[in-house]
């Protein structure tokens, strides 16, 4: 009974993105979305600096496929899967075909994206040229470096330390961030190690933890990191698990005086925001005396 029934629910599930497909264009038709969207005033104003694409994916996608979808379970008397398509995402995938963004290195060419922007997902990092595939934490394709991760401690051996990252590989991941495998260098992990070797900055998002009743999560773009370093080792505090990669990553000077995401209520998963505040106002302070010294060098000299 089980195997026909592992063997029938592929199949049903398949007639059921079809049949959920047609009743989408209905009403929410990517041609209709292109109506909408060039009716939609864009946001560039001094009140909000927006993409104009997130505004119309917040405002307008995501309330109407969410309700869309929940009408679609409501005639199906709930015999769809819930799984077959949320609202976000079919918002997201609408938005998409609206605005399709082509992957970039460095910061992203698009209106209203700076660093500190606070993004309600990885979707909306997408939809914005930050991080195209949202579905993985290290952007890259081929065999070519990557061009953005995502700074979210869930593997136990990343350090967030702000300005410098121990940015853990992908793969071999198990259940509460433990390492179950080893690691080797391909897909991210090949294409981190060539941001090393051919000295490619790398956009990072940092996940924040919000506490705002909700527990939700929030991205800020914290601009463009150097991999300065890589090295092979066990994982875990006694460095007796399975073989992970390490990345060293560290902030550009450019960047290290731009403003970094402030939320309030949010905890990052390493330490609270108030002592990363506090970090972060004493790694400015060493910087102004570097700068004042290197300064004084020159004039000495």
């Known amino acids: 009974g089980i195997a026909r029934g592992a063997d029938r629910y592929p199949e049903e599930k398949v007639q059921e993105r079809s049949n959920f497909e047609e009743f989408l264009d209905s009403a929410l038709s990517p041609a209709i979305c292109a109506q909408w969207f060039d ?4 946001p560039a104003c001094p009140d909000t600096d927006l993409p104009k694409i997130l505004s119309f994916y917040r405002q307008v996608l995501i309330p109407t496929a969410t309700n869309l979808c929940a009408e ?47 993004l309600n997902s990885r979707f909306e990092a997408s939809l914005v040229g930050l991080h195209s595939n949202p579905m993985v934490g290290i952007e890259y394709k081929g065999d070519n470096p ?26 071999g991941l198990g259940k509460g961030g433990v390492q179950v495998k080893d690691q080797d260098i ?22 924040l933890d919000v506490t705002n009743g909700a527990k939700s999560k929030v991205y800020v773009y914290e601009g463009l990191y150097r991999v300065t370093g890589m090295r092979g080792e066990c994982s875990g505090a006694c460095h007796d698990g399975p073989k992970v990669y390490k990345f060293d990553l560290h902030r550009e000077i450019d960047d290290s005086a731009a403003p970094t995401g ?12 108030e002592q990363e505040q506090q970090q972060e106002s004493q790694q400015k302070h060493q910087r102004v005396l570097q700068q004042q010294q290197h300064q004084e060098q020159q004039q000495e000299s």
């Not at 009716?39 to 864009?42: G, I, R």
């Not at 990557?146 to 793969?171: F, K, L, P, W």
């Not at 391909?186 to 996940?207: D, I, Y």
């Not at 402030?262 to 925001?273: A, Q, Y």
Request: with cysteine; aromatic share 8%; glycine share 10%.
């Open 72 to 118: 679609y379970q409501r005639e199906m008397h709930d015999r769809v899967h819930k799984t077959v398509y949320s609202g976000t995402s079919v918002a997201f995938r609408r938005a998409k075909q609206l605005h399709p963004m082509r992957r970039v290195y460095g910061h992203p060419p698009v209106h209203g994206v700076h660093i500190g922007m606070h």
């Open 146 to 171: 990557a061009s953005c991760i995502v700074a979210s401690g869930r593997y136990q051996d990343d350090e967030d330390n702000g300005d410098h990252i121990v940015y853990t590989g992908m793969g």
């Open 262 to 273: 402030r939320v309030k209520n949010v905890k990052r998963r390493k330490g609270t925001l």
């Open 39 to 42: 009716e939609f005033p864009d």
């Open 186 to 207: 391909t897909r991210g992990n090949f294409a981190l190690q060539q941001n090393l070797e051919k000295s490619v900055p790398v956009r990072v998002l940092r996940r």
